[in-house]
T-cell receptor, first 110, second 115 residues
Framework: AQSVTQLGSHVSVSEGALVLLRCNYS??????LFWYVQYPNQGLQLLLK??????LVKGINGFEAEFKKSETSFHLTKPSAHMSDAAEYFC????????FGIGTKLQVIP | DVKVTQSSRYLVKRTGEKVFLECVQD?????MFWYRQDPGLGLRLIYF???????EKGDIPEGYSVSREKKERFSLILESASTNQTSMYLC??????????????FGSGTQLSVL
């Protein structure tokens, strides 16, 4: 079964700084990997997903993630943080039966 | 607009009560899921269903059961609620077999408090 591990339950960045949220996966088969975001008092929504078409995946709101098989990683990045990016981010993996990481709360400091 | 609707946003129940959490989707999705979300633990899969009357256990099925009598409706049942089942419960749905468009649609969640 595929599982994902998020490193860091809380990340703080200054507005305008690089955002890097880490996710590693374990699997022996080609993975299906996702990042979901949960804004305060809202439901989860898909940010981006990897389905083997391209290793660099672009999502909504300027986020992107790079699939690195050699490192079994799927880290989420954004070049310049905005206050509106403050949310909880979940890495997830699997086909049909999707399992989630513990989540990373992103705080953006003005 | 596609929708996954959970019947209650907040629910307060007493220990030992039988609790029903209802979820309805209007997207004709085959797959439906129940997760619980707890701080520091992320989302954990309780049960999922690939079709009407079919169900499979997720990672934490103990103390829960489910019912899927109609394609659009997936119910989570707590047979005898306990305080450790106090949590946010999230329902989700997705299309079966569509690898390129694999995506979960989530409801707004039900915050259940068991006293």
């Amino acid at each position: 079964a595929q599982s994902v591990t998020q490193l860091g339950s809380h990340v703080s960045v200054s507005e305008g700084a690089l955002v890097l949220l880490r996710c590693n996966y374990s699997s022996s088969v080609p993975p299906y990997l996702f990042w979901y975001v949960q804004y305060p008092n809202q439901g989860l929504q898909l940010l981006l997903k990897y389905t083997s078409a391209a290793t660099l995946v672009k999502g909504i709101n300027g986020f992107e993630a790079e699939f690195k098989k050699s490192e079994t990683s799927f880290h989420l990045t954004k070049p310049s943080a905005h206050m509106s990016d403050a949310a909880e981010y979940f890495c997830a993996g699997g086909y049909q039966k999707v399992t989630f990481g513990i989540g990373t709360k992103l705080q953006v400091i003005p | 607009d596609v929708k996954v609707t959970q019947s209650s946003r907040y629910l307060v129940k007493r220990t030992g009560e039988k609790v029903f959490l209802e979820c309805v989707q209007d997207m004709d999705h085959e797959n439906m899921f129940w997760y619980r979300q707890d701080p520091g633990l992320g989302l954990r899969l309780i049960y999922f269903s690939y079709d009407v009357k079919m169900k499979e256990k997720g990672d934490i099925p103990e103390g829960y059961s489910v019912s899927r009598e109609k394609k659009e409706r997936f119910s989570l049942i707590l047979e005898s609620a306990s305080t450790n089942q106090t949590s946010m419960y999230l329902c989700a749905s997705s299309l079966y077999g569509d690898r390129d468009n694999e995506k979960l649609f989530f409801g707004s969640g039900t915050q259940l408090s068991v006293l």
